[in-house]
């Protein structure tokens, strides 16, 4: 239900339009689209295609798309793309795991717009980072890596959420 409403209540990107600019009311939601509010009024309605094009454009770092899409995995610098997809396979690899990382991330769960702002600059959200990587790599161990490799994922990634500490 969070997810639906954060998809209804984001801004429209852009409304593609046939032989017209594809610019959007500033601030316009498609839920104001639907309700007919504002700059709506003077739009037609929307149509399914137009929800489906709104929703393509939703960059989130984690989209569900009948299956896991997790869009950061691939951008990462230079031989570091190791560090982030094994935390990741380490902490979805057991369902105990993901139940305890659930109960970890619960005091921030609602605090994406904070977590896209402010980062680990953000004494909560970084708190709980720590946690996630700890039982991340925690986990590691049940991956089928060289221990070398494990001991070079945990120090990079220990090393980026304590920066602060």
Same mark, same amino acid.
């Given at each position: 239900?969070?997810?639906?409403?954060?998809?209804? %209540?984001?801004?429209?990107?852009?409304?593609?339009?046939?032989?017209?600019?594809? +610019?959007?009311?500033?601030?316009?939601?498609?839920? +104001?689209?639907?309700?007919?509010?504002?700059?709506?009024?003077?739009?037609?309605?929307?149509?399914?295609? %137009?929800?489906?094009?709104?929703?393509?454009?939703?960059?989130?770092?984690?989209?569900?798309?009948?299956?896991?899409?997790?869009?950061?995995? +691939?951008?990462?610098?230079?031989?570091?793309?190791?560090?982030?997809v094994?935390?990741?396979?380490?902490?979805?690899?057991?369902?105990?795991?993901?139940?305890?990382?659930?109960?970890?991330?619960?005091?921030?769960?609602?605090?994406?717009?904070?977590?896209?702002?402010?980062?680990?600059? %953000?004494?909560?959200?970084?708190?709980?980072?720590?946690?996630?990587? %700890?039982?991340?790599?925690?986990?590691l161990?049940?991956?089928?890596?060289?221990?070398?490799?494990?001991?070079?994922?945990?120090?990079?990634?220990?090393k980026?959420?304590?920066?602060?500490?």
């Open positions: 239900m969070e997810w639906a409403s954060r998809l209804m %209540d984001t801004p429209l990107m852009v409304l593609p339009r046939e032989n017209r600019p594809w +610019d959007a009311p500033e601030g316009l939601t498609f839920a +104001d689209w639907i309700e007919r509010r504002g700059a709506a009024r003077l739009l037609e309605r929307p149509t399914e295609d %137009d929800l489906a094009y709104h929703l393509s454009t939703m960059f989130t770092p984690v989209r569900p798309q009948g299956y896991l899409e997790v869009r950061y995995l +691939d951008a990462q610098p230079g031989q570091s793309w190791l560090h982030p094994a935390l990741f396979t380490a902490l979805f690899a057991r369902q105990a795991t993901v139940e305890k990382l659930l109960e970890i991330c619960e005091p921030v769960a609602n605090r994406w717009e904070c977590a896209a702002k402010f980062g680990l600059e %953000d004494p909560e959200i970084a708190a709980v980072a720590r946690e996630v990587v %700890d039982l991340g790599c925690a986990e161990t049940s991956l089928d890596l060289p221990a070398e490799t494990i001991s070079e994922i945990t120090e990079s990634v220990q980026r959420v304590r920066v602060k500490e």
